[in-house]
């Protein structure tokens, strides 16, 4: 047949219609990380990546790469599978009830690749509590994970999603209050398996003359697996006070306060070494003689924001005998007046203590006040007994009914195992504020200080860990963890109740933080700071009270290794170039 003219005419706009498609595709596809008013890709989008890509991308990672599905399916008669346009039925009554009763415990969550334990993160999607008629999604979780044994791992997910033009998302343990382990039509690298640890007997560094034993630690590794390892070379490590954080991800690179912190610092201040796969996918070392402004942001300039941590290297230090003291008060409704009065005594109590080499954690809230626990390292219990004596000779004064007891250990370890705490994060929404060593110093500072956290634990749960260190670095600039610390006696945390039927009680509650109760502390600590790891991050003004004077150098780091912005993270240092849209699509503003 020949042709007719309405036939080529249309043929010819066919042709041109797929043409014009067809580049708009590959400039979707190809186009610049970072550029104005660029969105990543997400399913369905024609840039979003094959089947074929994906199953090249397993073959290039070992066969190690997982479809996301949410460990609450299983509550739910429909729920969606990474990669996958269609629902699936999952309901198993059984497997509901045992996740619902292990839900709040951190073990529940780290074996899973993608399940954050700070729900709220999760967009309400899949939520084991509610209803299972209701959806489960995966929303707010990442698409698909690679687990990660090696950096050669970590680099093909680097590569690949610079290659489609999709989200990032580092994760351990996914122990994170912010939301920056998770995220919607994400890849997500889990770090979780890396778990070597190298003992070095005589690290030498000739640029801050340390000489001395570290560690070299996996980027999977947790706190009670480190402390382990030390005290098996009877030594001891700066790491976190829950047993399963991940020490070389957003702890150490958040700062790190630790149980150690007034006897060696922050756990920023102990890093030696990092190994890092960069955005440009390349394997480097970051110390203070190799991509030493790298290793300067690494150290306290927040986690998933540089590189991707491979490991570690930390100081560590000859164990030694520790002591432990508690008090409890109860609020019997009668005695609220003089539990704060003795609160204030407590609070003038603690610079002595920190400078002891105290940590000191203290809750309070409508049930009355506690400390659980106050540890030290090379104090007899009768030498702590007498950094309590003012606060019980206050008590008794008072007519206050309280216990106290102090113990000794003869270890780091055994110290740590004996506080009958079970940490998680699956329970509260959080901010917090660090309080400055000033705010004690005279009583109608201390007073205003005692109103705050009174009014605040009339409303909500709030507790402090207080520590110093003043003097574990020669100057606030050594490292990139914000210099207020510097100056901080504690670090003030508020938490309020998470619902897990009522999603807009919630929000409520994490506004209530934002809006009502930080506020308290921001008025009696102006130009202050937050520890970034605990804080809110609904917060307005993060780039101040997250890294403060930090934060332009930060920023220059930032460029500089990740031009591209691979690496994004809620609150992160440039992230406010970038909006998450309703839909979980990440575009830049």
Aim: proline letters at 4%; aromatic letters at 10%; charged letters at 15%.
């Amino acid at each position: 047949m020949i042709p007719t003219a309405a036939m080529m005419t249309t043929g010819r706009l066919v042709g041109l219609t797929s043409f014009l498609a067809l580049v708009i595709a590959l400039g979707v596809r190809y186009s610049n990380y970072g550029s104005t008013n660029h969105c990543r890709s997400i399913p369905g989008d024609l840039s979003w990546p094959t089947k074929a890509d994906w199953n090249q991308l397993n073959a290039t990672v070992g066969g190690r790469l997982i479809a996301t599905s949410p460990i609450a399916a299983s509550c739910h008669y429909s729920s969606s599978l990474g990669g996958s346009a269609t629902s699936s039925s999952t309901f198993d009554q059984k497997a509901c009830d045992a996740l619902r009763n292990e839900w709040f415990f951190p073990s529940t969550h780290l074996n899973s690749s993608s399940s954050p334990m700070a729900y709220q993160f999760t967009n309400n999607s899949c939520n084991p509590f509610l209803d299972p008629d209701t959806p489960c999604n995966l929303d707010g979780l990442a698409t698909f994970t690679v687990n990660a044994t090696n950096a050669a791992d970590f680099q093909a997910a680097v590569r690949f999603v610079k290659r489609h033009n999709i989200r990032l998302v580092i994760r351990n343990t996914g122990h994170d209050y912010l939301g920056k382990s998770t995220g919607a039509h994400a890849l997500a690298l889990w770090t979780h398996h890396l778990k070597a640890m190298e003992l070095i007997p005589e690290y030498q560094d000739q640029v801050s003359a340390y000489q001395g034993p570290a560690i070299k630690l996996g980027a999977g590794v947790e706190a009670l697996e480190a402390y382990e390892f030390a005290h098996s070379h009877g030594l001891i490590v700066v790491g976190g006070n829950c047993p399963n954080v991940g020490l070389a991800g957003g702890y150490t690179q958040g700062g790190g306060i630790s149980i150690l912190s007034s006897k060696y610092g922050l756990a920023a201040d102990q890093v030696l070494a990092w190994e890092v796969v960069t955005a440009a996918g390349d394997y480097v070392t970051a110390s203070a003689t190799e991509n030493s402004d790298l290793f300067w942001a690494l150290r306290g300039g927040g986690g998933g924001t540089y590189g991707v941590v491979v490991s570690m290297t930390v100081k560590a230090f000859p164990d030694t005998h520790f002591s432990t003291a508690y008090i409890t008060v109860l609020n019997d409704g009668d005695n609220t007046d003089a539990i704060y009065s003795a609160m204030g005594t407590f609070f003038q109590s603690l610079p002595a203590l920190v400078d002891a080499g105290a940590w000191v954690v203290w809750v309070a809230a409508p049930f009355g006040f506690m400390v659980i626990p106050a540890m030290v390292a090379d104090l007899r219990a009768a030498e702590l007994d007498a950094h309590f004596q003012a606060t019980r000779d206050k008590m008794d004064e008072l007519g206050l009914q309280y216990q106290y007891s102090s113990a000794e250990h003869p270890d780091f370890i055994s110290s740590y195992n004996s506080v009958p705490t079970s940490w998680n994060v699956s329970s509260h929404n959080l901010g917090g504020r660090l309080i400055p060593r000033e705010l004690v110093g005279d009583q109608e500072s201390t007073e205003s200080l005692v109103a705050a956290v009174r009014n605040i634990a009339s409303q909500a749960l709030m507790s402090g860990v207080a520590f110093n260190v003043s003097r574990a670095v020669s100057s606030p600039g050594d490292v990139a963890a914000h210099p207020y610390f510097r100056k901080t006696l504690m670090s003030g945390v508020v938490g309020t109740p998470l619902n897990y039927t009522d999603w807009d009680a919630t929000r409520t509650a994490q506004n209530l933080i934002t809006d009502v109760l930080l506020p308290e502390l921001q008025a009696i600590t102006p130009d202050g700071a937050v520890y970034l790891n605990e804080a809110d991050y609904q917060d307005p003004n993060f780039k101040v009270n997250f890294y403060g004077d930090h934060y332009e150098r930060l920023l220059a780091i930032k460029k500089k290794y990740d031009p591209e912005d691979i690496f994004y993270v809620k609150t992160g240092v440039g992230s406010d170039r970038w909006i998450e849209r309703s839909d979980g699509r990440l575009c830049t503003i």
